[in-house]
């Protein structure tokens, strides 16, 4: 009985923190599919960085998610409340900052927050309160009373920023964040994607790829409205080609045939061999690891008294990884 | 109910954070009067009415500048992508589509207001009665605003607010042209007798028939709420139009 209960408990607690969930998620435009079949979950806490190149289904996907575009099959729930079904409730709990940061021109930015957050039921004091919160946030305090068309792009794209995070929402979906913003900027929306991603549910997508890396916890690779990779950052970069080999540049003799006999290694490329010296990659067999091969190589190295110029383990790059699963439409 | 009002306040103030709102209150003020005056012949006729001289200008007036108000309505918020935000924003499209359409409203409520001169003017020189003066507001108004949802309806299937202008002043220009009793019996005269019909009742559908009605000072309820379902259904056209963006 009590075991059930636990069983219970654990259950009921993983599908509260499951703050979105995309069930087979279809869209056709007349005959371009540009969403198929797509299906992922985003707990709380969790941040999911959305990654693919232009035109693979990332905004279709997330104007789904937020409820401006109508799946042509498919389900999306957030935080419980099904979209499809009951489409003001589960807004309610979403933040959005639509790709380009669309803004009214002829307002200030307060008055641009103002009207978000009436439209997001927040009156009188705990609108003031909100919009007070949000400025801060986002750095906009020195620019509160200024028209948004006299806003350089940074600012513009933090005044939306800043509507998306007014009513505190579980569930963020911000499209491009950091497009167009000065390295600063960036490094600063980053962080604080990274910040709020601790108590919220966020999907944020992007094409540079260091960004996954510094702000993401999770990874969707989407190409052609499919996904063709889910993971870590970690786990994705140790599926690029070439990930977890040894590059090595070693002076001494007989180097190759020597490494070859290492138990851990599957093969050796030269990109230069001499007689005295040696220098190319090493990859290790399928049941070994970059690690074991490296200190390997260390030893070997050590016993035969040779000289070790470089030696480094590849940790594999997103950008690897993106290239080689994404068809570019250039190559094809 | 408060969500409507937030996007009424919002559309509403921007009309008057720009010149839009002014340059159109300034012509519509400027032709009214001048019509009344130069045209009408309001001061030789001794008619203390209006309805000839002065409201009878009035549809075509509004013909082209109520596309003048309406025409950003909706194209203005595909073309700025703010379409998007409000619509991923958790209010019903109904809630948007009614305050705006109100906000407009409310800018040709103000434009009628300021035309009180012209009443002050008849109550000083004549003695009119005031009941047809108050059925041709209400009659004006109704058609301002009926030109204006047709407006609202051709801005939600274009970003382009020009294409909305022509195709707005077009649609109101036919809807009153058909109204005309000159244009209907030239019509009538020109097709087979079997027609004449068909001819009339759609010259009933359209504005000017019952605005003549209502600015004679028949204030009925049937030309009411023929105005007020034609401005349902325009919404409605609207409803369909942005529903169709989103699928």
Known sequence: MHKFVSYGVTFFKHYKNLMIQVDKLRKVFGSKVAVDNLSFNVKKGEVLGFLGPNGAGKSTTMRMVTGYFQPTA????????????NPELAKRSIGYLPENAPLYPDMSVNGFLSFCAEL???????????????????????????????????????????????????????DEPTDGLDPNQKHEVRALIKRMGENKAIIFSTHILEEVEAACSRAIIIDRGKIVADGTPDELKRRAPGADSVRVVIRGAGVR?????????????????????FAGRVLPKKNSSGVELTREIGELAVAKQWKVETIHREEGRLDDIFRSITRSDVAA | MKNAFAVFKREFF????????????????????????????????????????????????YMVLAPAVGMKLWSEEHRLG?????????????????????????????????????????????????????????????????????TCAISAFTR????????????????????????????VK?????????VRFISYLCFLTHFSEMSKGLLVLRDLLYFVSVITICLMITSLALNSRRS
């Open chain 1, 74 to 85: 498919g389900n999306i729930t957030i935080g419980g409340v099904n979209m499809l079904e």
């Open chain 1, 120 to 174: 997001r039921g927040l009156h009188g004091a705990a609108k003031s309160k909100a919009i007070d919160r949000v400025l801060e946030i986002c750095f906009l305090g020195s620019v509160r009373n200024q028209s948004v068309d006299t806003l350089s792009k940074g600012y513009r794209h933090r005044t939306c920023l800043a509507q998306s995070i007014l009513h505190d929402p579980e569930v963020l979906i911000l």
């Open chain 1, 257 to 277: 045939a020597e490494l070859e006999k290492l138990s851990c290694v599957e093969k050796v490329e030269a990109t230069s061999a001499e007689e005295s010296s």
């Open chain 2, 14 to 61: 921007s009309y008057f954070n720009s010149p839009v709102a002014y340059v159109i209150l300034v012509i519509f003020l400027l032709v009214t009067q001048g019509f009344t005056f130069f045209f009408g012949n309001f001061l030789e006729a001794g008619d203390a009415s209006l309805t000839q001289a002065f409201f009878m200008w009035h549809p075509w007036i």
């Open chain 2, 82 to 150: 703010t379409l998007e935000l409000l619509m991923t924003m958790p209010i019903s499209p109904w809630q948007s589509i009614l305050g705006k359409f109100l906000a407009a409203s409310a800018v040709w409520a103000i434009a009628l207001f300021l035309t009180f001169p012209i009443v002050i003017t008849v109550l000083y020189l004549g003695n009119p009665d005031p009941g047809p003066i108050l059925s041709a507001y209400v009659a004006s108004f109704m058609y301002a605003i009926s030109c204006l949802a047709v």
């Open chain 2, 160 to 187: 382009s607010q020009v294409i909305c202008f022509i195709i707005s002043v077009a649609l109101c220009l036919l809807l009153t042209l058909f109204g005309m009793q000159q244009v209907i019996e030239a019509i």
């Open chain 2, 190 to 198: 020109t097709l087979p007798s079997s027609m004449e019909g068909v």
